[in-house]
């Protein structure tokens, strides 16, 4: 897979929890009854066909015509600093589920923020060290929740060690990726690989919610 390819399948991915639940929840003040029957239909929709929250999106923009106008890499960023949405926490309690979801959203926040920042070199590499810190706390917490809550330790582990490889793997592309920016000076290549760590920590937040 290309890495156009990887960044439309994760855009794909990413439109219904980053961009149109965020929307549907706000519509839950107003109408609660149908911001939920809109909710269950998209997500319904999105599983049996995965990737039409996207097309739909598309579809909109086109016929707005300010399709020249999105640049979607940075768009689903700054719509990560404003998401409040919580579907993705672990329920649970006790205390070290609680780090973990702190641990999780304060490195999309913070990743959330390059755009604003990018430009400002001094403000650029603090946001840097705030990421690496971050990135280190959230695999911190995920080792300890999965390490004294996890049900099957077995497969239910195997599948957390898989997601965390994944994720130090994106870790790892997204250091290349800001080295490279520094030589270049290309944004978009770093709000993509911003967004594919996002995709991740998102994923590890499944797979915690699911297993522990």
Partial sequence: M???????????S???PVILQPVLESLEEKDTAVAQTLMASLEKVENQHPGFCYDLL?????????????????????????????????NRSEVEFRNFNKAAVALKKILSKIPDEISDRKKFLDT????ANAI???????????????????????????RKREFVRYS???STTLKDFFRENEKTKVYVSANFLIHQTNLIMKIVKEVC
């Fill in 2 to 12: 290309t890495m156009d390819e990887e960044k439309e399948d994760i855009f794909s």
């Fill in 14 to 16: 990413m439109a219904l």
């Fill in 58 to 90: 598309k579809i909109v923009i086109n016929r707005a015509g300010i399709q020249n106008e999105i640049q979607w890499s940075e768009c689903y960023l700054r719509l990560e600093a404003v998401n409040t949405s919580t579907d993705l926490h672990s």
């Fill in 128 to 131: 840097i060290k705030d990421i």
């Fill in 136 to 162: 280190k706390s959230l695999l911190d917490a995920v080792n300890i929740v999965t390490q004294c809550y996890i049900k099957d330790q077995a497969a239910d582990k195997q599948q957390v060690e898989q």
């Fill in 172 to 174: 790892k592309k997204f």
